[in-house]
């Protein structure tokens, strides 16, 4: 079964792949905000903020 974290920016729903461990990058498809993943029972995530 695969997690779901909603994104922290657009609310995406954002569908982990099955195979995404602790500290993996996600990217939110919709807004292209990244997220690191900090556990995964139940799953933690941090937004990453980009540095401009
Ligand atoms: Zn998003």
Redesign the pocket.
């Known amino acids: 079964m695969n997690e779901k974290v909603i994104?922290?920016?657009?609310?995406?729903e954002?569908v982990l792949a099955e195979e995404v461990m602790v500290g993996d990058i996600v990217e939110?498809?919709?807004?292209?905000?990244e997220i690191e993943i900090l556990s995964l029972n139940p799953v933690k995530f941090c937004e990453l903020v980009e540095e401009k």
């Open positions: 994104c922290p920016d657009c609310k995406n954002i939110c498809g919709e807004c292209g905000t």
